[in-house]
């Protein structure tokens, strides 16, 4: 019996030793792709794809599971001329927990349009970080990007608990572009690709020009978004302070990609941290969201007045 209970208790410290970071939920959408394709393809795909990105170990870190990173991937098929060969959009959503509420706070909610890779059912996925590209450029584009986006989250997750915390994986997101698939079709991995992609913004995040993009994630959610329980004024005049830095920011580098991405999915919190503000802070609040969130400009003039 002791065996028996000292052999249980090593499974469960194990268990919990190793839990994985994220708790993710992918969905894969497959409603656009040709009615003569077989649809157990996409659910053998959307299973795969929750198994390799929440069996995998991410960080050298130990989460308990109430610790794990939440975010949910929207895949949406889009059929092309070849067999077994997808074109695809990926829409990325990760929200962090606030201190001392069941809030959670979206930290990433963007959509990736430059998705090309090829699956056949029951293929494995794999993902090496020492050989991103594998041996089938399509086939290893698609691990490649859902291993770029798992660091990214993580990355802006760490950021905000901890001034620079997330530079792991903003390093090891940035190895994934430097070594990506490359091949017919396949976009998104390189400078020349766009203005917003991929590349862009993990180079953001680490070119040491735009350091203050770091301060910025971690004064929003640490020093406002979690002091908002205990000091709602301070935090309030917190979350400004981190307004006035991303306007200078944007003043300083206009149109980068990662002001953009700051504010996506932010509105309607935003709207709520100041709406009970004083009439002096609502306005420059109001003011500068028009200005830098130019999406959400109307909504902000609607109902920060």
Request: net charge neutral; charged share 20%; glycine share 2%.
């Amino acid at each position: 019996m002791r065996k028996f209970n000292l052999l249980l208790l090593l499974v469960i410290f194990s268990k919990f030793s190793t839990a994985q970071e994220l708790k993710a939920n992918i969905t894969v959408v497959s409603n656009q792709v040709n009615s003569n394709v077989n649809q157990n393809v996409f659910r053998t795909l959307q299973t795969a794809l929750n198994t390799f990105i929440n069996t995998r170990k991410w960080t050298s870190d130990n989460f308990q599971p109430n610790e794990k990173i939440e975010c949910n991937f929207l895949l949406n098929l889009q059929p092309t001329s070849d067999l077994n060969v997808y074109d695809a959009s990926l829409t990325i959503q990760a929200a962090r927990p606030v201190f001392n509420t069941s809030y959670l706070s979206p930290i990433i909610n963007y959509k990736d349009d430059n998705i090309k890779f090829k699956y056949v059912e029951f293929q494995q996925l794999e993902f090496n970080e020492n050989r991103v590209a594998g041996s089938d450029a399509l086939i290893s584009n698609l691990t490649a990007i859902i291993a770029y986006y798992a660091n990214m989250i993580l990355a802006f997750d760490y950021d905000s608990f901890s001034p620079r915390a997330g530079d792991p994986y903003f390093q090891k997101a940035q190895n994934i572009v430097n070594n990506a698939p490359d091949g017919r079709g396949i976009s998104g991995w390189r400078a020349f690709d766009g203005t917003r992609n991929r590349y862009w913004l993990v180079e953001n995040m680490l070119n040491s020009r735009y350091t203050i993009m770091h301060d910025v994630y971690y004064n929003y959610y640490r020093l406002g978004m979690d002091k908002l329980y205990e000091d709602e004024n301070a935090a309030r005049l917190e979350v400004l302070n981190v307004l006035n830095l991303l306007s200078n920011f944007n003043n300083d580098n206009p149109n980068k990609m990662i002001n953009q991405f700051f504010f996506q999915g932010k509105s309607t919190e935003l709207i709520k941290i100041f709406s009970k503000a004083p009439q002096q802070d609502k306005a420059r609040a109001s003011d500068l969201l028009q200005r830098m969130d130019i999406t959400n400009a109307a909504k902000y003039k609607d109902e920060l007045k």
